[in-house]
Every structure is written in structure tokens, then in C-alpha cells.
């Protein structure tokens, strides 16, 4: 019995270890399996499924990141319009594809425009005084305040103004249109010629703002919510206020400041009675621009040394 007790004790230990081994060499195995899910990824299954997400995955990331960074430098572009200071910029161009060519100077929060030779080659001293003040403003001799950003354009009209300089057939577009009736206020498809410039039967255009230099422009004074423009002509030696039928306001207030510096007469008493349709002026008044004609005193003369003075003035206005 005892040695049988031995024996079966014996037999019992052995088969526990037996056991305990396999269950151990078990419990690895089954460790081993556990752990193998880790890598269970790298099966071709796992592995195929994986690896289309990922280029899936760039495919459609890339062209997300694309218009973005498209969309990026243009919105630069419109968030900073401001071109170099001085130097020319296009904002459109004539009948003929001359360019409306600008000019920049200051970086105020109030937005000014000058503009000359509306009325082309037949008024081409307006664009020789805007281009010296230009010149001024690129020496230093006028400084534009801090609160002003102040436009220039020269040429309005580039078709009239190169095709027939200092010639009465300079006064239209290359339509024939006269640029300053091609505006909305108070426009006509004709209008008397009593009183107004009668050497051309020039046109106001088929409808307002048919012409690429006024759209140009209108653009460009919206665009720039501009607070006071300037339109060179000759040779009336006065200034006329947008507005209609009575000048506004702001528009008054300026024009008189402007005579006072310049002693070209406001209001126009030498006004020979001409019918204004669709002018430039009036409707920069109704878009709430205080705006002005400025007539010089000849078709010859650039008036600097008067308009020096009137620039200044022009700086200086407040609302
Ligand atoms: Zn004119």
C-alpha cells in the first residue's frame, strides 16, 4: 500500500507536471496567438485593405488642399489691391485695348480720385496737369496725409486722347461715345446741343455704362468705396458740383473749397447753358462720392501752379 501510495503519488506528481507543462507550452501558444493580432495588419487582407485607404485617402486630401491653396494668392490679391506706390497699375481698358493706366500714393483710410482727359485728345492738357502732379507727388514736393489714399488717372479717354491729340475730334471714345454722358444719372440717348460742345455729333452710347472705360472706372470707384473725385476739363476757368438737379451737399462743400484755392469760379457763372445727361459727376453724387468738374482755363495751358494749390486743397477737405 505504501509503496503503491509511493508509486501512485509519484504517477499523480508526474501527471501534474505533465499537465502543468502542457498547460503552460498552452498558455504560451495561446499568448503567442494573442499577441499575433498586432501583426495581423501585415496580412494580405489587413494589408490590402489598408494600403487603398491611405492613397484613397491622398486623393481626395490632395485636391481638398489644392483649391485652397489656389484659393489663397487670389484672396491675397483682393485683400492687399494696393499696388506699388507711383507706379503704374491698369484698371481696364479703352474701345481699342489702351490701358486705363493709375497711379497710387498713401495708404489712408480715405480714398481719392483725380482724374483727367475724360473729354480725350481735345482736353489733353488736363492729362499733362494730372501726369505733373503726379510727378509732384513722386518727388515729395505734395505729400499725401496719412488719413488719404489718392488715385490718379491721367487718361481716362486714351482713344480720343492718342488717336487725335489736341484736336476737337479727341472728344469721344473710339464708338464716338462722349465718355462723360455714358453714366446712369439723368442719362439720354441724345440731348440739345444748344450751348454744349457741337463740332462732333459724339453720342451718349446704346445705354448707360456701354462703354469699357466707364464700366472700368465705375468699377473702380465702388470697388475702392472712394470718398471725393476730381474730373480735369477745359476751358470754362470754373467748377462744377455733381448733383442733380441741385448740386449735393458734399459735393458743394468741396467745389467751394477748391475755388477758394484756385479762384476758378464757383458756381459757374460763365455756364453757357449746356443740357448735362449721364455725367460722371452726378452719378459719383448719388453713390454719395463728393465729386467735381474742375474746367481749366485753355485748352493749352496745364494750370500747375493753380492746381498745386488746388490739390492741397483737395487733401485737405473733410466731410
Ligand atoms: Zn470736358
Known amino acids: 500500500m505504501k509503496r503503491s501510495f509511493t508509486n501512485n503519488t509519484k ?3 508526474f501527471g501534474f507536471l505533465i499537465g502543468a507543462v502542457i498547460f ?6 495561446f499568448k503567442f496567438l494573442q499577441n499575433k493580432p498586432a501583426p495581423i495588419p501585415l496580412t494580405s487582407a489587413t494589408g490590402t485593405a489598408t494600403a487603398p485607404l491611405p492613397s484613397a485617402l491622398t486623393f481626395t486630401v490632395t485636391p481638398v488642399f489644392a483649391p485652397t491653396e489656389t484659393a489663397t494668392p487670389t484672396l491675397a490679391v483682393t485683400s492687399t489691391p494696393l499696388p506699388p ?11 481699342q485695348e489702351k490701358s486705363l493706366d493709375m497711379y497710387r500714393f498713401g495708404n489712408g483710410p480715405i480714398v ?12 489733353s492738357n488736363t492729362a499733362t496737369l494730372v501726369y505733373l502732379l503726379r ?6 514736393s505734395i505729400v499725401v496725409p496719412e488719413e488719404i489714399t489718392l488715385y490718379l488717372l491721367p487718361v481716362f479717354n486714351p482713344d480720343g486722347f492718342y488717336n487725335f491729340l489736341n484736336q476737337p475730334e479727341g472728344r469721344g471714345n473710339a464708338h464716338g ?3 462723360n454722358r455714358n453714366w446712369s444719372v439723368l442719362w439720354q440717348p441724345d440731348w440739345d446741343r444748344t450751348g454744349c ?5 459724339l453720342t451718349a452710347g446704346e445705354q448707360p455704362f456701354s462703354e469699357p472705360e466707364v464700366i472700368a472706372l465705375r468699377d473702380f470707384l465702388l470697388a475702392n468705396k472712394v470718398d471725393a473725385l476730381i474730373s480735369y476739363h477745359s476751358a470754362m476757368s470754373a467748377i462744377f458740383a455733381g448733383g442733380q438737379p441741385e448740386p449735393d451737399p458734399a459735393s458743394d462743400s468741396l467745389a467751394r473749397a477748391l475755388s477758394a484755392a484756385s479762384l476758378y469760379l464757383y458756381p459757374p457763372v460763365n455756364d453757357p447753358g449746356c443740357q448735362y445727361t449721364g455725367q460722371l459727376i452726378d452719378w459719383a453724387a448719388a453713390q454719395g462720392i463728393a465729386a467735381v468738374d474742375v474746367e481749366l482755363t485753355d485748352h493749352e495751358s496745364n494750370d500747375i501752379l493753380i492746381n498745386r494749390k488746388l490739390l492741397e486743397a483737395f487733401l485737405a477737405w473733410r466731410r
Open 85 to 95: 506706390e507711383g507706379e503704374a497699375f491698369s484698371i481696364g481698358q479703352s474701345v
Open 135 to 140: 510727378d509732384d507727388l513722386r518727388n515729395g
Open 24 to 29: 503552460a507550452l498552452g498558455f504560451a501558444v
Open 11 to 13: 504517477y499523480l506528481l
Open 177 to 179: 461715345v462722349d465718355i
Open 112 to 123: 481719392r480720385v483725380i482724374i483727367g482727359a475724360i473729354h480725350g485728345g481735345y482736353e
Open 197 to 201: 460742345f457741337n463740332y462732333l455729333r
